[in-house]
């Protein structure tokens, strides 16, 4: 596996050793042992989550606070999305940056984002599957969530606006300055 650092502190893209021959491909997904050696911390996935969405869903930004934070590590089956996560953590000196990855099922790419970040992805294939492990139990009273064009943030989702749907709580989340965090 290749393991690729971003500007955001923990928050690594992952890729596999993947084997093809004329019969198809095979890959590791997930290893505890390798990724723990990765990633230089220990974390256990105690749950995983899948969408199915359409070309211009965006979901996101989305994170949880205190006790029930989760780190996540995502990827897509099927489709191609951007993949976005951003710095929620007060006192970082990268508060409020974010990285952006194209996640695909050619590329297999892997984005890890721990604790204390926010995340969200676009999708930009005509449909997208999109899973991911995360090391905590979702917490209904411990969600929160930045509006995902918030100007502090500036994300570039490749998409205009108007090519994009989001759902209706999405629309009415909070700017930055204003997120539970």
Known sequence: MKVTETNLK???????????????YFFESFNVSKFEKLISQSVNFVQDNQS?????????????????AQAK??????????????????GST???QYIAVELSAENKK????????GHGFVVLSDTAEFFYKCDNYYHKESEGGVIYNDPQ??????????KISVSEKDASLPKLKDARL
């Open 153 to 162: 943030i500036n994300i570039d989702w490749g998409l205009s606006d108007n």
């Open 52 to 68: 199915f969405s359409k070309k211009g869903v965006l979901r996101g930004i989305h994170y949880q606070i205190g006790e029930h």
């Open 10 to 24: 923990g928050c690594v893209i992952i890729e596999p050793e993947v084997f093809e021959d004329e019969r198809g």
């Open 110 to 117: 892997q984005l890890f984002i721990p604790r204390g970040f």
């Open 94 to 96: 990268t508060f409020g």
């Open 73 to 90: 590590l995502v990827r897509v089956v099927q489709g191609k999305v951007i993949d976005v996560a951003v710095d929620l953590i007060k």
